[in-house]
Each structure stands twice: as C-alpha cells, then as structure tokens.
C-alpha cells in the first residue's frame, strides 16, 4: 500500500563524497584503480539511498560505468549522488564523479552512473521507500530518464536472455571466425 504522505524530495538526500587519491589507491600503471572507484560509488549510493529511505539498503545493479579518464594519485574526488527515481522498495540513484587537480584547479568529469538500490526491513524483506518530490525540472528529467533506463534495461536482458537460448555454437562458427580467436575444439 503506497502511503500518500510519505514524500521526501530530492535534496533532502542529496549527497556528496570527496576523498583524496593517495598512492595506495594507484595500479602498477600508477593510476587510481577502477575498483576504488566503485567501492566510493557504492558507498556514496548507499548513503544516499538509506537517507532517502531510512532503512538500510542493498545494491542490486549497476549501469553505465565507463571510465571516460584515469584518476590520478593526488587528485580530490568528488561523488555526487542524488535520488532520480523511486519505485516501490526499489529506488535509483545517480552519482557524478569528478576528479579534481588541486594545483592546477583543471577538473575531470570521469563518469556518471546509476546504482539501483533496494530497502530492507527490520525483516529483511525489501520494504517501501517514500516517494519523491521533485523539486527542479532537472529532478523531472531524471526521473524521466531513469524510467526509460529500466525499460531499456529490461528489454536488454530478456533479449540476452533469449539469444543465449538460441545462439548455437556450431551454428555460428562463422562469427567466431571474423574474430580475433582461434577455435581450438
Ligand atoms: C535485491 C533483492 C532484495 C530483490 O529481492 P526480490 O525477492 O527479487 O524482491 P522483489 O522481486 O520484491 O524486488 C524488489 C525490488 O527490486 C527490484 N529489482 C529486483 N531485481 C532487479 C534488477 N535486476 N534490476 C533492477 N531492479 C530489480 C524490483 O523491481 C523491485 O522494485 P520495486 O519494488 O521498486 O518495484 C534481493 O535479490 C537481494 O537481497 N539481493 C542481494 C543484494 C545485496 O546483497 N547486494 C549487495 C552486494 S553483494
């Protein structure tokens, strides 16, 4: 049952994150690892996504990381999160991510990308979060484009769904073939 008054807007959990990129972060190339920078995107998700529900949360997918430029040791990160879109137990969360040299003030978009999170009870089970007030046309845009990013999602993993049901290998050795593998069976 959907509880009419219990509304938040966006800015009540906005949330951002910053954190210095010290050496221990960097890989043997001595760029940042791309895995420290999803750990701060799930940590910021998580904060902004518990505020908003307030219960505790558990990711249950990820969309859009690429990795546009390398973070470098030294630079400040900054993570900015905001809820786009409620569901039922189900929100999602849109996180910006911005690389900053401190010497030279030059900033880096890196990636934007979208974590959908759901909200547990004291029972464990997934439990309904408030709905959002949207308080700019830009939350409205979101929200919007978050709709579409299911849809999209969805349409995506029922046709991978069905092409792995159809797709026979012996049948189409020829693809195999225009790629950069050898076929050794
Ligand atoms: C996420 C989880 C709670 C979903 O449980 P479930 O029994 O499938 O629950 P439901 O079918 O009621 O779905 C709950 C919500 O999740 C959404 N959801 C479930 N799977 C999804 C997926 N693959 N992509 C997007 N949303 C999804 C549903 O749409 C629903 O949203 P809504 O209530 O807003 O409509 C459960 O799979 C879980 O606990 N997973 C582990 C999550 C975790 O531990 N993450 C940390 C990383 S290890």
Redesign the pocket.
């Known amino acids: 049952m959907t509880d009419n008054n219990n509304f938040r807007p966006v800015s009540y959990s906005r949330t951002t994150l910053t954190e210095l990129m010290i050496p221990s972060y960097a890989n043997f190339g001595g760029k940042i690892h791309g895995g420290i920078l999803l750990s701060l995107m799930d940590k910021v998700a998580y904060a902004c996504a518990s505020k908003h529900a307030g219960n505790y949360c558990?990711?249950?997918?990820v969309e859009g990381v690429h990795f546009l430029q390398p973070v470098e040791v030294g630079d400040l990160v900054s993570l900015k999160a905001s809820v786009n879109y409620?569901?039922?137990?189900?929100?999602m969360v849109g996180i910006r991510v911005i690389a900053e040299n401190v010497k030279t003030g030059k900033v880096k978009h890196t990636n934007t990308s979208y974590f959908?999170m759901?909200a547990?009870g004291d029972d464990d089970k997934?439990t309904q979060?408030p709905g959002l007030i949207l308080e700019t046309r830009e939350d409205g845009r979101r929200f919007l484009e978050a709709i579409k990013r299911?849809e999209l999602?969805r349409r995506y993993?029922t046709e991978l769904a069905n092409s792995k049901t159809i797709l026979q290998v012996e049948d189409a050795l020829h693809l195999l073939q225009q790629e950069r593998c050898k076929i050794a069976f």
């Not at 558990?58 to 997918?61: N, R």
């Not at 409620?86 to 929100?91: D, F, I, R």
């Open positions: 558990v990711t249950v997918t409620v569901g039922n137990t189900s929100l959908t759901v547990k997934p979060v299911r999602s993993e």
